[in-house]
């Protein structure tokens, strides 16, 4: 989807000698992958705080254990899934641990729109496989 979005966006007038980036940056776009990425995140947040009707258990194993604080990482940590087939390394479940485990101490969980708020494109271009910086 993303070639989708390049394409279009090198078609517009004026656009067509610029990086993919400027583009973006010019037409006050995001990439496709980074709102991914952030989708994915919220719909986690959503998962854990119970924001939705769904189990956190059909998705998530959490990680209670008491080392989380004293390596200054969030609360809300969850444990990898042992053996995961290549098949399934691109569902939302999996795809979004790491992404999850590796927010800033700083973010904000007390609300959606605070958690929002408080991830920003920096920290999600490291989920991401085009280099956008």
């Not at 087939?85 to 979004?96: C, D, G, K």
């Amino acid at each position: 989807m993303e070639a989708v979005q390049r394409r279009f966006t090198k078609r517009l007038p004026g656009m067509q000698n610029l990086t993919y980036l400027a583009r973006l940056k010019k037409l006050n776009l995001e990439s496709l992958e980074i709102r991914r990425v952030r989708a994915d995140l919220i719909l986690m947040y959503k998962i854990m705080f119970c924001l939705i009707d769904v189990s956190v258990s059909d998705f998530f194993i959490l990680n209670v254990s008491r080392n989380n604080r004293a390596m200054r990482a969030h609360g809300y940590q969850v444990m990898q899934p042992v053996n995961i087939s290549a098949s399934r390394t691109a569902f939302f479940s999996n795809r979004t641990i790491n992404a999850w485990n590796s927010l800033p101490s700083t973010t904000n969980f007390s609300s959606l729109s605070l958690f929002r708020k408080s991830v920003n494109n920096t920290y999600l271009v490291k989920f991401c496989k085009v280099n956008f910086i």
